[in-house]
Structures are given as C-alpha cells and as structure tokens.
C-alpha cells in the first residue's frame, strides 16, 4: 500500500513537472512567434527615427548601449569604493568561478558579494563613482538612436541603485526598471527582488497611451526580457559584430558636462586590471613610504631626486619674478588638484610657503611638511589671519575651497583679493593612472597616501606673471568680484579648463549629500 502511494506521488509529480515545462515551452513559442513579424535591424531605426521620433523607446542598457559586454568593473567599483580592499579581493578571487553559472547566476553572486551589509543610506556609488565609467563605455552609435527619442525607459538586470543616477541625471530616462535590491534593517541583504509585474508598470509609464505605442532596442542573440519587450510592437535589434564596430561616445557628445565624480580607482578595473592593482598594492605601499619619508624630512635639494627616482614627474614653467618688496609675502593663488598642492609650490619655488586652506583633516595638518593655517569661513577673522601669515613670508591658497579632478574651474571665493595687491597666479595640473588622491565621502586623511601610491603620478605647475596693478583692488581700484573673477579665467587660458560658478557646495551636495563642513 505504501508502494502504491509513493508511486502515486511521483506520477503526480513527474505529471506536474511536465506540465510547468510544456506551459514554459509555449510561452517561449508564442513569444518568439508573436515577435518575429517585429523584429527588425537596429540600422532601419536610425532611418525611420522621424517615424518614431514621438513614440516610448525600452531600450536594454548593457545590451543595447554599452559597448563592453563585461559587468565585472562595475561591480568591482562598488566593491571597492563601497565595501574596501577586502571586499574587492573576494569579489576577484571569486571570478575565476563565475564562468561555471549562467549569466543570471553570476550576476546574482556579484550582487551578493557586493551588497551585502551595505547600509542602504549611504551608498551613492550609482551617482557618485559609477556615472563615469559608463559614460566611458558608451557606444555613440547606439546613444545616438536612444537619444532621439522624447521619451525613453531603460531596462537593466543591474540593481537599480547602481544604474538609476547614470540613466536619468546624464541619458534624461524617464523611467527605469531594474533590479530592486532586498533591505534589512536598513541594510542591504545582497538578494534581488523579482521583477515588477510588467502591466502595472507599463501602465505607469505609458499613461493615457495604448500600450502598442512602445518601440523596443535590444542586442540580438541574448534572452530578451519578455515581460517588458514583448509589449512593444516594433524591436529593433543590434548585434555583436555591430556593436563592436562602434565608437566611444566622445567627450563633447555627453548630454551633460561630468564635472564632478568621486570614488578612488582611476582606471576601468577589468579583471586584467584588477590583476594588476592588486599585485601593484605592496609594492606601492612601500614606495610610498620612501616617497613620504622624502617630502617630510629631508631637504628639496635631495628630495626631488629621490621623488623622481621613485617615478613622480613634475614640470615647472616659471613666469613670475619676485617682487623687490620684502616687507610682505606674495599671495600665490592656485587652482586646487589635491592636498599636496601647496607643498608642490613650495618645491617648485624651493622655499617654504604657507598653506592656507579651509577644510584639513588634523593628521595631514600634523604631517604636513610646510606650516598650514585653517581658515574658519569667517570672513573678517579669516583675513586678519591671513594678513599676520603674508606678513611673515608667502602664502598659497586655493579660493576653489574644493578639488575637482576634470578640466572645469570652479568659482574662486573672492576674500583673497583684498589681501593685497602682490597676486602671483598658479595653474597646477596633475595626471594619475590608478588611485585618485581626493575624495568627497571617504577619509580625507588618506589623500596623499592614494596619491604616492600610483605607479607615476605626474604634477604640472605653471607660474603665471603676476596680476597688473590695473586688475588689482588696492591700485587698480577693482572690486573683489572682478579680481576674482580674472584670476580664475587666467589660470583657466593657461590650462585649457573650463571657468565655472559651480561651488564646493554643489560638488559635496551632489557627490556626498552634505555641505561638505568639516
């Protein structure tokens, strides 16, 4: 009798089993059935772009607009940036076994690697850090199409905190469906939720529209996402030989100047790359504390040999004179590229200078090798101050009040100029090939420390003349505003960067969500 039952179970299973697979099967036919007559080249929509021009465009973002079929560096990124070092080690380890799952598969195990434990409110990686990076892999061809079109919804298997800031802030998407991502007390769990219902969800997006009126862009050859695409009526679709022929959006074609950005990793961390970083790690701490032990305490003549023999590069142009007034310091005012700006003056110079700087963390004031005075965002103290400093030699200072590691100028605070009217402008620029030596929401404190570890870091800095007495305060009889104002737009000529009224508050209210006081 207990034979018979258990006989009578399997049956029942086996019998249900086959059902779900024959439901599966038709549902895949109807699908592929009902989308044969849609689907056409992604070539025939460029030609019939003033035909859709008004109609909702679903395009797949990694399929169907980025050029890289890769979403290793991506995840990388966050690993990184957001759970550090060792984070990003397991995530790398990890990789040599994701090519024994499926794409789903490997994707849910980044996923998890990733997030998990990550509080929810303070990951702004997605608009902080990974904006860039897809930007950077952008295939023009494809971003033309999308771009087109009025209205667009993205789709991507990625989570949506990682794809959402990128698609609306820089594409202008009015919609996008990804994954959302599980939450545990205000955490993150490292699991996905399913999909949204797709009818809810079109409805949504299409409101008094019919549902026909959607035209979806895919990549041909990879599974499509039938409860979102198979309600457009036309699918244009690109394959991989076309998408390799295509073009990095250049620089000038983004929608939306990428000015600010944050994260510590200067390069796509592919794994190749990620090989590399990882091996370079020891090596480069310990060259960064010979270059380190260097700048602090020995002497420019014997430190700049050594910092060049360890593969730091610096270029002078000088076209400033001292002045043959003694009786005061010059102000020398420079465009701000990371902390170690005024002690790169100082060596340029060969003299110590003054740093005056408005936001130090306490151990880079302590380590730092040339005297620092912390400016308070108190105008009245801040110039008295500055004014006892001048008096006793040179100053720098940086009027940005923030860095900002593109080729934008952001608006100079104006105190400076009615310091005095000995102004001696400083262009700085400076290149790096693996770790960024700034940050808005990490720990300041570790700036230099990123800076030295690059393999070659490379500073440039370019003595401007100084200002005419006609384009100063005192002399010339300008007010602060416009001296201000002149010396940002020289400084902006001799770099070949772009002025702007951007502040250090638009930089940290978009990159860390603060102020940025410290």
Known sequence: M?????????????????????????????????????????????????????????????????????????????????????????LFVAYPLYCFFSKEMRTKI???????????????????????????DVGYEGFEIIMRHKRKVGVSDLPTVMVEGFLKDYLGVDFVMGREMKVAYGYFVGFMEERKNSNSFLNEITGEEKINSLVGYHSLGTTFSQHFFSHCKEIYLVTRAEKRKWHILPRDKYPRRLIFHD????????????????????????????????????????????????????????????????????????????????????MALMKPVTAATYSLS?????????????????????????????????????????????????????????????????????????????????LKCLDPLFFLLNPSPTYMIKFLERLPASHTCGSGGKSRYEVANYVQCEIG????????????KDKYMILAGNEGVI
């Open 2 to 90: 207990l034979t018979i039952e258990v006989l009578f179970f399997l049956f029942k299973f086996l019998l249900r089993s086959l059902s779900n697979v024959h439901s599966s099967v038709q549902k895949r036919l109807w699908f592929t059935h009902d989308l044969q007559p849609k689907l056409h080249k992604y070539s025939s929509l460029s030609i019939k772009a003033d035909y859709l021009l008004n109609e909702t465009l679903v395009f797949h973002m990694e399929e169907a607009l980025l050029k890289s079929s890769s979403l290793f560096p991506y995840f990388m990124l966050v690993a990184f940036e957001a759970g550090g070092l060792l984070r990003a080690i397991l």
């Open 110 to 136: 980044m996923v998890f690697i990733c997030f998990f434990g990550i509080k929810r409110d303070r990951f702004r990686v997605g608009r902080s850090v990974l904006p860039k990076f897809f930007l950077e």
């Open 263 to 346: 994260g510590r990793l200067a390069f796509r961390p592919t794994f190749s790359a990620a090989f590399l970083m990882f091996l370079w790690f020891p090596f480069g701490l310990f060259l960064c504390i010979i270059r380190a032990t260097a700048g602090l305490f020995l002497p420019y003549g014997i430190a700049l040999p050594i910092l060049a023999f360890t593969g730091i590069k610096g270029t002078v142009s000088m076209h400033y004179t001292p002045s043959d007034k003694k009786s005061r310091g010059t102000l020398f005012v420079c465009n701000h590229r990371t902390l170690l700006d005024p002690i790169y003056v100082s």
């Open 362 to 442: 306490r151990i880079s004031e302590m380590l730092s090798p040339i005297r620092t005075v912390r400016l308070m965002r108190d105008r009245e103290n801040d110039l008295r101050m500055m004014d006892e400093v001048l008096c006793q030699g040179d100053v720098a200072v940086c009027p940005e009040g923030t860095t900002c590691r593109e080729p934008y100028l952001l608006r100079f605070s104006p105190s400076f100029a009615e310091l005095t009217d000995d102004i001696a402008p400083v262009a700085l620029d400076m290149q790096v090939s693996m770790f960024y030596g700034t940050t808005a929401s990490g």
């Open 493 to 504: 000529k001799a770099l070949g960067y772009e002025c702007t009224s951007l502040t250090r």
